[in-house]
């Protein structure tokens, strides 16, 4: 099957591919390298897996986290493509076994940390593997000017030219201004890529700053009302971190917290417990997310101001990526511009720099922290305008879905919440039927509920009620593979609940 409106009916359940996705595809399988800055829940994971399809040989992500490779494995296995991860998770018997099975063409895709390419055993593995397809994700982290610098990016393009035939390398990433694009397309050696940047406008997304005089019982009063939500509460400090998760829990909200001054087992059972849905809050540092690829999380609230716009929208946009309403808000405090500086400051202290780079280095964050103090401010600007221009991106307000265009002004008021005129047409009763079934089902796999079936998915069955699988199957996000295992299953709930109510 090389078709690649085929494989994306029969792995992911889509009809139409979204803005550019396409066109990506197209390129590489037309052997042309691609730079593709695409925002968060804009679907890359598409680009470079359909292609990886299509493709003979074996594809190669290289991914930063371990998080994020075990989630995309999983949701890859789930829908009936062969996959494997390659990190530091693994023991050395299951890493010889993996490259065992991956040097016999058992994996269609693997995915690596950027470690792992240094390493002999991995290296000849690649160097006698058929890899047609080499996807650098989050590719800013090889840039020291984007919010992510990952030095083992550096070590990428050198490990490509050590193979014996150059495949086609994408690279990926959400946020990205033009001085770490330009990192990006040099260090990676890109040749004569295939630019695109698309529109950084998540419009399901309602965006809000505001500045309540106590913090912590705004974070009380509209979490409260929101209990059987998934949300992140960012903070910019450790101590603030533990603060706040210790608040929230003393006042009845269950929320874990999740910074780099836990040990590594705690981390990771909080995040799990997160994913996998046993605790709805996870209040943290910067250090969490990247490649937390929850699609329901359903608002996001930056209890201090990040330091620049990169790390803000990369963060707010971990809402939404189902594509269904979620809220980003911001809580403004004079004193985080104080904070970040001090941040700055001792970000400079790096022994690499020269003198003159760390005189470049403050000068570029001093900006970047400025513009963000302007978003932060911002009274009578669109914040989505605001957004949208830091990242070249022209916006004519008003978008009537942010606080500043609602006229809501810096005060929280339960009237900003987001609203989907669809959601009219849903049975929310079916719906919560549909997912408490949804969460015995991912209980009895042990993968998140997600995994299963994800919000958007579950809202068109409510919204449809399908009588058989071949009315399921017309469902958006559907692939073949979670039709078999699951399709009997839910339909025998609706038509339950269809039954019921007929009495």
């Excluded at 990952?150 to 014996?164: C, E």
């Excluded at 399901?204 to 509460?233: H, K, Q, T």
């Excluded at 922290?369 to 932060?376: A, E, G, K, N, P």
Aim: overall charge neutral.
């Amino acid at each position: 099957m090389n078709d690649i409106y085929e494989i994306l009916k029969k792995y992911y359940g889509y009809d139409s591919f979204r803005p550019a996705q396409e066109d990506i595809i197209r390129q590489l399988l037309s052997h042309r390298d691609v730079c593709a800055v695409m925002p968060t829940g804009a679907g890359k994971s598409i680009c470079y897996q359909i292609p990886a399809l299509a493709m003979p040989g074996i594809t190669l992500v290289i991914s930063p986290l371990i998080s994020l490779m075990q989630d995309q494995v999983q949701s890859l296995i789930g829908m009936g493509v062969r996959a494997a991860y390659l990190n530091s998770s693994l023991t050395p018997r299951q890493m010889e076994m993996a490259l065992y099975n991956a040097a016999n063409g058992k994996y269609k895709i693997i995915y690596a940390a950027p470690e792992r390419l240094e390493t002999t055993g991995f290296l000849d593995f690649a160097k006698n593997a058929d890899i047609s397809l080499i996807a650098v994700d989050e590719s800013h982290c090889i840039s020291q000017w984007g919010h992510d610098f990952r030095p083992s990016y550096l070590n990428i393009n050198s490990f490509i030219d050590a193979l014996p035939t150059r495949p086609v390398v994408a690279a990926f990433t959400a946020t990205a201004t033009k001085r770490v694009k330009e990192d990006i397309l040099h260090l990676l050696g890109l040749k004569d890529p295939y630019n695109v940047v698309t529109g950084f406008d998540r419009k399901n997304l309602f965006f809000a700053v505001y500045d309540p005089i106590d913090r912590e019982g705004f974070l009380i009063d509209y979490i409260g009302g929101r209990a059987d939500e998934s949300g992140i509460i960012y903070c910019g400090t450790r101590k603030t971190v533990d603060h706040i998760a210790a608040v929230l829990n003393y006042n009845g909200i269950d929320a874990l917290p999740y910074h780099a001054g836990m040990n590594d087992a705690d981390r990771t059972d909080n995040q799990n417990a997160f994913i996998y849905d046993r605790t709805k809050i996870i209040v943290a540092t910067s250090a969490f997310g990247m490649g937390i690829d929850k699609p329901d999380v359903r608002f996001v609230i930056h209890y201090n101001m990040p330091a620049n716009m990169e790390e803000y929208y990369q963060q707010a946009g971990r809402a939404g990526r189902d594509g269904e309403p979620s809220e980003c808000i911001l809580l403004y405090d004079k004193r985080d511009v104080m904070l970040n500086r001090f941040f700055i400051k001792k970000g400079a202290e790096n022994e690499d720099f020269t003198e003159t780079e760390r005189e470049e280095f403050i000068k570029n964050e001093e900006e970047k922290l400025r513009l963000m103090t302007f978003y932060s401010t911002s009274k009578t600007v669109c914040l989505r305008k605001r957004i949208l221009g830091y990242f070249g991106q022209s916006f004519v307000p008003p978008c009537n879905n942010c606080s500043v265009c609602r006229g809501l002004g810096r005060n929280y008021e339960r009237s900003a919440v987001a609203t989907d005129t669809e959601r009219l047409f849903v049975d929310e009763a079916l719906l919560a039927r549909l997912k408490t079934l949804r969460s015995t089902l991912a209980k009895r796999a042990g993968v998140p509920a997600y995994s299963v079936m994800g919000d958007d998915t579950l809202i068109r069955i409510a919204a449809g009620s399908p009588r058989n699988i071949k009315e399921l199957s017309g469902i958006r996000g559907l692939g073949e593979a979670k039709l078999r295992k699951y399709g009997q299953i839910f339909l025998d709930e609706v038509n339950k609940y269809e039954n019921e109510a007929d009495f």
